[in-house]
Nanobody, 109 residues
Framework: VQLVESGGGLVQPGGSLRLSCAASGGTFSSRNMGWARQVPGKGLEWVSR??????TYYADSVKGRFTISRDTGDTVYLQMNSLKPEDTAVYYC?????WGQGTQVTVSS
């Protein structure tokens, strides 16, 4: 199983980014998928999850600004709008068991 994130980068406060997670090596349409983030020296924070039935979960810190979705294949997205400096972190895609390598998101002017 391999999860590969992309779409991170540097963006100004108030800007947007769209993260993608391409999954391979298994069947993922029926799996719960999610995004977590980590700031160096701090613990891992769950950001969002999408369950096999399509229901979603968001951390209070991102609710109303981030949207998780998945296509009919094996790709999961995280649309991030109205980004804040405190959103700066390495973002990981995960099934809960398997983890990607992470993609850096930096929000700074």
């Amino acid at each position: 199983v391999q999860l590969v994130e992309s779409g991170g980068g540097l963006v100004q406060p108030g800007g947007s980014l769209r993260l993608s997670c391409a999954a391979s090596g298994g069947t993922f349409s029926s799996r719960n998928m999610g995004w977590a983030r980590q700031v160096p020296g701090k613990g891992l924070e769950w950001v969002s999850r999408i369950y096999s039935d399509g229901t979603t979960y968001y951390a209070d810190s991102v609710k109303g600004r981030f949207t998780i979705s998945r296509d009919t294949g094996d790709t999961v997205y995280l649309q991030m709008n109205s980004l804040k400096p405190e959103d700066t972190a390495v973002y990981y895609c995960t099934t809960g068991i398997y983890w990607g390598q992470g993609t850096q998101v930096t929000v700074s002017s």
